[in-house]
């Protein structure tokens, strides 16, 4: 029975619940500026933020634990005097505490500090990706994992690495 809970959560923990596909494939850039009532919305893919000094701004993945499916800042980290992370925050799509299978959204916060450009990475991990990370532990490489031992020919894949560059004006 578990191993049948488990298969099902792998077939259909893979979205979001949301109608969006899996993998983190929309991010949120929210900008507090006057008037604004909405976060603007860009996609993961949109790597190029433009900020003022001062103002805080989020990016948001989806992420679900049950399926070993992580997200990370790596290095390299933003400067310092740029930009710095003010952390991260997890909402599960349950509605309340994580559930069995239940995936959720991963919200990392920063705030832009100085005039500049800065860069920095954030690393998605899958349990075909990464091996030797928690929720909290970044993998020690960021390599791909090491072949299953399933008797089938499986590939290895290196994790994604998304690097952003954020403009403070």
């Known amino acids: 029975m578990i191993a049948a809970t488990a298969l099902l959560a792998l077939a259909t923990g893979c979205g979001s619940g949301t109608g969006e596909p899996a993998g983190g494939s929309t991010s949120t850039a929210s900008h507090p500026t006057s008037g604004a009532s909405r ?34 800042l790596v290095d390299p980290a933003p400067d310092g005097s740029v930009l710095v992370s003010r952390g991260q925050d997890y909402t599960s799509d349950s509605g309340g505490a994580p559930a069995a299978g239940a995936g959720g959204r991963l919200t990392f916060t920063f705030e832009a500090t100085g005039k500049g450009t800065t860069r920095f990475t954030l690393l998605h991990c899958t349990f075909t990706t990464c091996q030797g990370n928690t929720s909290t532990r970044p993998p020690e490489t960021t390599g791909p994992s090491a072949t299953p031992t399933t008797g089938a020919a499986a590939t290895t894949q290196a994790p994604e690495r998304i690097t952003y560059t954020v403009t403070v004006g």
């Open 39 to 72: 976060p603007t919305s860009h996609p993961v893919k949109d790597t190029s933020i433009s900020a003022e000094p001062g103002e805080r701004f989020t990016l948001t993945v989806d992420q679900n634990a049950s399926t070993r499916e992580y997200w990370y």
